[in-house]
């Protein structure tokens, strides 16, 4: 009588079934090998791969969008050719760098007009949509100098608090050299006119010790050193 194995086979589930197929394979090859391993694992590797692919194609279409949300930004914002259109995009992007340029093209305007007070106003919003924008360096830079612009509006104006506001940006070490300069540069001429030596020779030593020998601005300078006798043998400050 033939013998009943049904009794002997593991049931359903039971890893013994993989030590069967195991010993099936002990003398297989890789190519067997490599179909055993698609037979257990499928059902993982088909969903690894399904996640692989979507996800860079999720980023793909998001790195799209965003460029062509880049593009229809930059259109939009060359097509604002008057304050009134600036001022509403910037008002509409705030957060992005080009609301900050936005602001910026107005009160660069306002200032060559001569409108000096409507100007460091807009410099000041210009220089807080900056803020707004994140710390890129052009996005910082652009913040320096709007502050720098609004102080020498301030300074046409007769603002008592320009000269501070300048110094602030002198003394700036994160400031770019050509912007902290131009500020040295200025007060030292402010100085000057007020016929305020020792404030003068500050603010051209400040230049020699914290600008680079080449600096942009050494010619405008040696200029002004030229031109005031009393800055190449300074009298003393009182005190000293």
Not at 84 to 92: D, E, L, S
Request: proline share 3%; hydrophobic share 50%; with cysteine.
């Amino acid at each position: 009588m033939p013998e009943d194995r049904s009794s002997k086979q593991p049931p359903a589930g039971d890893d013994r079934n993989l030590v069967v197929v195991d010993e099936d394979f002990v003398n297989a090859d890789a190519e067997d090998r490599l179909w055993l391993f698609w037979e257990r694992n499928q059902g993982v590797i088909v969903k690894a791969t399904v996640a692989v692919v979507v996800g860079i194609l999720g980023y793909l279409a998001f790195f799209f969008w965003n460029e062509a949300q880049r593009e229809a930004l930059g259109e939009e914002f060359t097509a604002c050719q008057d304050e009134a259109a600036r001022r509403a995009f910037a008002g509409r992007h705030a957060g992005e760098p080009l609301a900050a340029v936005a602001l910026t093209d107005v009160a660069d305007d306002l200032k060559r007009a001569g409108k000096f007070a409507d100007a460091a106003k807009a410099y000041d919003e210009a220089r807080r949509l900056a803020g707004l924008a994140g710390d890129a360096p052009a996005v910082s830079a652009l913040a320096v100098r709007a502050r720098l612009y609004a102080a020498l509006c301030r300074l046409e104006t007769g603002d008592a608090g320009a000269t501070k506001a300048l110094a602030e940006v002198a003394d700036d070490v994160s400031a770019a050299e050509t912007l902290r300069g131009f500020a040295m540069l200025t007060l030292a001429n402010v100085a000057v006119a007020k016929g305020d030596t020792a404030e003068a020779t500050k603010w051209l030593n400040a230049m020699d010790k914290k600008l680079r020998a080449n600096h942009v601005w050494k010619a405008d300078k040696e200029m002004l050193v030229r031109s005031e006798p009393s800055l190449i043998a300074p009298v003393a400050p009182a005190g000293k």
